[in-house]
């Protein structure tokens, strides 16, 4: 469970590196291509919205909302989106600010004193995650409850007993507590619950009539569970929203989500003076934004992971272009791949979709990579199984995931950039992930 919420700031470099064009030249046939083998290999279930100067350029939708009810998804179907959600509470603090109700300078003392070092963590280091406040979602308990109603008390117990894991102020580290303290900020201090505060004031004012706090997946309004693909979809446990909360507790759809950036980015929800606030980047950090890199320009936006659910919104200023994607299938083919491919496109970048060949092995060839392996230049052990055709690998405290064979002794994992390559004989294993190359050995 220690990934959920938590950001993917990989995707920037290797994402946008493209020249503007007109909206209106795009390849949309490639465009198609791209989703519909994402769709005919299992490799994604989700919605992508695309948008230029305020107006519709693309929407596809691929997948199932329910597979247990054959369920299709469409452009009203809706999506946990995790972390995006702190764009929005972090939106509901400015305006907080902006009223005089609060400063970015506020202690957190005020609020909730309970929680270690309150006295010198600020409303500023909440928002920018330097407050140095224990990530929750990290812990191994957290697996045991997350399915669970939590109250506020429960949770503030929860986080103040997770203590701090360094100074506030001295650097940033994402948490999830961050947020989850900020949105029983914006119900003290507005008196009414956070859903209410985010109806009234974001959704109405940007004109958001698919966006809310979730609670259990109903197939009726149009909402989706998540999955994960081996040999077939099979649904993913479903955390209860009342633990994430501020953190992570909205569904909405991809074309809401550029809605909402949009109006963001044209002063309609706070001034501009308070949105080059949250454009402001420390230690990798902005005031519930992230920055991703396009060539001289910047995009702006967030990233968002729970359960099975994978989401991305992000804009850019310099072309008046947004896109968000929303995913609640995971394939083995990353969030952070699929955009890279959709922008590609877009922007009439050279991109070859992918074809997602892989071999077919006998039980008995996969039976000689089986194992468990440790390395000298890492702290875990890896254990290679076999669940029916394929090679499944689980890293020590990590859930198992599923191996693609690709080539003779080679093993990819596109959603997390992990190729392994065998060396039965030698009884080896080498790890490849992010430039890094570590070697395993069989025990």
């Not at 002063?267 to 990798?284: R, V």
């Not at 396009?294 to 947004?322: E, R, V």
């Not at 077919?360 to 076999?386: C, H, M």
């Amino acid at each position: 469970m220690s990934n959920i919420y938590r950001p993917m700031i990989a995707l920037a470099a290797a994402l946008l590196f493209a020249r503007p064009m007109q909206a209106q030249s795009f390849n949309q046939a490639k465009m198609d291509s791209l989703f519909q083998v994402l769709e005919n290999k299992h490799k994604a279930m989700g919605s992508i919205c695309i948008r230029h100067d305020g107006k519709e350029v693309y929407r596809r939708s691929i997948g199932y909302s329910f597979t247990d009810q054959q369920k299709k998804a469409g452009a009203a179907t809706k999506y946990r989106i995790g972390s995006i959600s702190k764009m929005f509470t972090a939106t509901m603090i400015l305006q907080l600010i902006e009223e005089k109700k609060l400063t970015l300078g506020t202690p957190l003392k005020n609020f909730f004193p309970q929680v270690p070092n309150a006295e010198k963590i600020t409303v500023e280091q909440l928002l920018q995650h330097h407050s140095g406040i224990h990530n929750f979602t990290d812990d191994d308990a957290y697996g045991n409850y997350m399915e669970q109603p939590k109250t506020e008390p429960e949770m503030l117990d929860i986080i103040a007993k997770g203590g701090s894991d360094f100074e506030p102020g001295s650097k940033g580290e994402y948490s999830n507590a961050n947020y989850v303290l900020l949105g029983y900020m914006i119900a003290h201090i507005t008196r009414k619950p956070y859903a209410t505060a985010l109806q009234e004031r974001i959704c109405s004012k940007a004109g958001l009539k698919s966006t809310y706090i979730g609670g259990k997946a109903d197939a009726a309004k149009e909402e989706s569970r998540s999955y994960q693909y081996n040999e077939e979809w099979k649904v993913m446990p479903e955390t209860d929203m009342s633990i994430p909360g501020g953190a992570g507790a909205i569904v909405s759809t991809p074309c809401e989500l550029d809605q909402f950036i949009e109006a963001l980015f044209a002063g309609k929800l706070i001034k501009i003076s308070s949105l080059e606030l949250m454009k402001t980047i420390k230690d990798g950090y902005g005031l519930g934004m992230f920055t991703f890199p396009f060539d001289d320009k910047k995009a702006y936006g967030h990233n968002g992971g729970i359960d099975g659910f994978s989401s991305l919104l992000g804009y850019i200023p310099a072309d008046k272009m947004t896109i968000a994607y929303c995913g609640n299938g995971q394939g083995g083919y990353s969030t952070n791949d699929i955009m890279l491919g959709a922008l590609s496109i877009y922007y009439n970048k050279p991109y070859a979709i992918p074809t997602f060949n892989t071999l077919t092995l006998t039980a008995e060839q996969l039976d000689q990579y089986t194992g468990t392996y440790g390395s000298k230049q890492l702290p875990l052990k890896i254990t290679i199984g076999k669940e029916g055709a394929s090679l499944t690998a689980q890293a020590t405290g990590q859930s198992a995931f599923r191996l693609d064979a690709v080539a003779p002794d080679q093993f990819k994992f596109d959603a997390a950039g992990i190729v392994l390559e065998f060396s039965p004989k030698q009884k080896e294993m080498t790890l490849k992930q992010g430039g890094g190359t570590f070697l395993f050995t069989r025990e």
